[in-house]
């Protein structure tokens, strides 16, 4: 059973799923009259919430985290795939110990130029799937709250005593891609 999550709102995945070692997160979106290129990216960061080491940033340019236990499946520039959009995989299993958090970020492309936001999106979300049953989780819904800007932290999956937790952060910016690698690199 999937739980639809709010801003704010998290869920123990450990607990839900205590066999869960492998995670998709599917990030998808509908488009208005504009064609958007939204581009999935994860912040792999230690204790310090900062990125253990640059090749720890997975997006269009870096596909595969070097522990490899996260990996882009590549660009969709038109958002029109019939479910997810991109994809990333992750194997919590194998992450390096040093990983405290996972932030899963979405950004508009050459959003400012094109004077791009999410107010131009509709039915855009994000959601964890068990890999190995392809039974979803969780779902969270981007809602109308990020109109005006064109990059949010969708959420983040953090390790704390041993347990892997998802959080619906909604925290967003209007300084694309560059403005998200200024909060965590």
Known sequence: MSINLKKGGSINLTK??????KVMVGLGWEMSSYTLDLD???FILGA??????DEYFVFYNNLKSPDGSVQHLGDNRSGSADDDDEVILVNLENINPAAEDLVICVSIHDAIARRHNYGLLKDAY????DVDNQKEIARYD???SHAGENAVVFGRIRKSGGEWHFHAASQGTQNELQGLVDMFA
């Open 16 to 21: 839900q799923m205590p066999k869960l070692n």
């Open 126 to 129: 994000i959601r964890i799937v």
């Open 142 to 144: 981007l809602d109308a």
């Open 40 to 42: 999935a990216s994860v």
């Open 48 to 53: 310090t919430n900062r990125l253990i080491s």
